[in-house]
């Protein structure tokens, strides 16, 4: 009986070894087989002036003994041995219009690129030569329409007019139904430093309230609150295409005490305020969503990009160098961005656009754009992008195979 129920542990204790074998072996193949997801950062070009600002790369990873890799996107660092690198699918812009850039003209501000509602047409005009034209995105043909004047730098003076004596004007909104406006205070009104923001206010210029903010819309007239000397000192206010939400940046600079890095017009409450954002100072919005609920947000400190929806208060983490060129996509399912990350050297000047989904975290390379791409205008249904490209970043320097001007990219 003894002799028995020893071969019978013996037999049980074989088979128990030879199955956690066979898991251990059907395990290992399945992490072989396993995708792996993650970012290799890719190197700054070399360049005369500072270094360009790099995303990182989306890689799909493949663990296999394979000691060959073929590197689709020719990335100038070459992963290692395991890896390969996810082909990106083409999206090379078409030419619209080849006009040169002087960036003394204003013939390309962003007023003078816009989009049908349908997204059907993409009108563009020349401040300069008073001429303006209408492409047909399906046809691929431009057509001459009359010029209408649209832009800040036309209509400044004529809108100055109509405001109260001894008003300023601020801004446009993009469809030029509403007016910002300031009115100076008769007397400044000192702001106590406060030392969590400031703690070193002997090294700051004092700040003071100096100005009314004061809204024009549907011809009344609408007082949102008092600003500061920062406000709208360096940089233009930027508007939701909703034209509800307006973010106004501070200068973000050492010696003045701004009263907020980044202001936050609500013009359907008549609100204005800070952003309740997790960031208290040195940071900046980029851009911002059709509905003026979701910011492409810089923080200077972390040295990082982030999304952040400002009606749940969550903020995702971008991953690419820190950078200001970017502007944020309405897809349909999540928000996406664009990222312009320039290489230049003495012979070369060109743009990568990247495309970038930040709840994710992936990125891809979209395109190779020769030149330096200005501005970017999305198209209602987010399915295209509008380019604005130029010849010149070093001064005194031209380069060659650019062909400057508008150039139209469609969007995944």
Known sequence: MRTYLYVLLLLIGISFVACTKLNENNLGQTQAAARIIHTLPIPSPTAPSSP???????????????????????????????ETISASPDFAPILVAAMELDPYRHSFLPENVWWSEDSHTLYYQDIETQEAWAYDVSTSTSASIAYVPRSFHELESQIQASLPENASLVSLSPYNNLVLYRMPLAEPIPIPDDPFLNPTPEFKVPNS?????????DGQDFKLGLVDTCFALLSS????????????????????????????????????????????ENYSVLD???????????SYIERLNYLFDSTTNERWSIPVDDTDRMIL??????????VFDLEFSETILRDHVWYCEPKTGEIKLLTTVEGKISQGVVSPDQKFVSLIVGNEFLPGITYENIVPGLWLMALP
């Open 237 to 280: 206010p930027l508007w939701s295409t909703n034209e509800n939400i307006v973010i106004v940046n501070g200068v973000s600079t050492d010696g003045i005490a701004c009263l907020h890095p980044v202001w936050l017009i609500d013009l359907e409450s008549l609100s204005l305020g800070p952003i309740d954002a997790p960031w208290i």
């Open 52 to 82: 360009s600002t790099v995303p990182t790369q989306l890689a799909t990873v493949t663990s296999t003994p394979v000691a060959t890799v073929t590197d689709i996107l020719e990335i100038t660092q070459t992963p290692t041995a395991s």
């Open 288 to 298: 911002l969503s059709v509905n003026g609920n979701e910011f492409l947000v810089r």
């Open 329 to 338: 996509v309405d897809a349909c399912q999540s928000p996406h961005c664009l």
């Open 209 to 217: 309230y100096t100005a009314e903010l004061w809204l024009r819309k």
